[in-house]
């Protein structure tokens, strides 16, 4: 039998620590630092610089959050990853022990006999789902850059490796925790278990855990939150049509390494 309300009790706990993690990580995110644009205008200066020219610097950029870091002290890009690596991992496993705990079964987190929810047309589903908001991402991040800012772009710098081996770390293994762990969460476990288990209508879940989803990305600044709330309530909805984690797993890591192989590894701006 299905212990649904020992299940909710673990799901909204992770979800509470998730959330208060992120507002703590908020702060080291957006304190002020020195940006890649600003350092290599600062690599053209001539030995001996040691100052900036106020007309020709480039426009320091301002922190969407008070911080009590040190100026120009930029996190490193190894100890971000890994935190998310570890925190999401850790949360996911939390999760996954608590469904196996309560019993919940798989088709209520979206893992069932159906090829729309596990097989060959559910990773189809997936790539378009991911295709389709990628490029939507883009042309929001694209509009959002060209009149105010990018509100992600800040983020995507400092979780950009700058080597090969590094990209290879992202996209090889910390996105694909990311999406994986989150998808778990905001989509399987707060729609579809959540549902199952309590009666209640996907589509008002779907509206319940898209402002979570947004949230829990507060780095991004205002702008980021609405917009990554647009992509939760998408994702929410390809999961409530489909049942299927397998298909908004694929579309969220999608999203996710497109947005940081174009805008930061190919360092493209569609509207710049």
């Known amino acids: 039998m299905t212990r649904w309300a020992a299940f909710a009790g673990v799901t909204l706990a992770v979800l509470f620590l998730l959330l208060v ?147 290879a770390v992202l996209l090889g293994g910390v996105l694909p925790i990311i999406a994986g762990f989150e998808e778990l969460l905001f989509r399987a476990a707060l729609v579809g278990a959540f549902s199952v288990g309590f009666g209640v209508s996907p589509w008002a879940l779907v509206a319940f855990s898209s402002v979570a989803f947004a949230v829990g990305h507060g780095a991004q600044g205002t702008l980021g939150v609405v917009v990554t709330g647009l992509l939760g309530a998408a994702l929410g909805a390809l999961f409530v049509v489909t049942n299927s984690l397998l298909a908004v797993v694929v579309a969220h890591y999608l999203v996710n390494a497109v947005e940081f192989v174009v805008g930061e590894g190919l360092e493209w701006r569609p509207f710049r």
């Open 21 to 167: 993690l992120a507002r703590l990580s908020q702060s080291v995110v957006s304190a002020p630092y020195v940006t890649r644009e600003e350092r290599r205008w600062l690599d053209r200066l001539p030995d001996g610089a040691d100052h900036l020219d106020s007309q020709s610097a480039p426009t320091p950029r301002k922190s969407p959050a008070e911080s009590t870091l040190e100026p120009d002290r930029e996190p490193s890009t190894v100890a971000l990853l890994a935190n998310v690596s570890v925190s999401q991992g850790f949360f996911a496993l939390l999760l996954l022990g608590g469904a196996w705990l309560a019993a919940v079964p798989a088709s209520a987190l979206g893992v069932a006999d159906d090829p729309l929810s596990t097989g060959l047309p559910a990773l189809a589903v997936g790539v378009a789902a991911g295709v389709g908001l990628s490029l939507a991402n883009a042309l929001a991040g694209g509009l959002a850059d060209r009149f105010d800012g990018d509100p992600s772009e800040e983020l995507r710098e400092l979780l950009s490796p700058e080597t090969l081996a590094g990209w």
